[in-house]
């Protein structure tokens, strides 16, 4: 089901900065929502976001465990 989105000019303004020259707009936000939700999802699918509990503050844990930057291997695997 397409969806309908009115997108500021001042974003529209940013997405023509850095489009290919020649590029059809539209089809430039598309790809870039496309790539951000690909990555996104990739990023909920790394086993060590399930350490952290606080995603701003990469330091917090769900364990506690203070030497995750250390041993991240050793969680992990």
Do not use: W
């Not at 000019?9 to 900065?17: I, N």
């Not at 790539?35 to 990023?43: A, Q």
């Not at 701003?56 to 203070?66: Q, S």
């Amino acid at each position: 089901m397409p969806l309908t989105v009115t997108i500021p000019d001042t974003v529209v303004d940013k997405c023509r900065q850095i489009a290919p020259d020649n590029s059809n707009i539209e089809s430039f936000v598309i790809e870039a929502v496309s790539n951000y939700v690909d990555e996104i999802k990739d990023r909920k699918e790394d086993p060590f976001l399930d350490f952290i509990t606080d995603r701003k503050n990469h330091a917090k844990n769900k364990d506690g465990l203070k030497d995750i930057s250390v041993n991240h291997d050793k969680y992990l695997y």
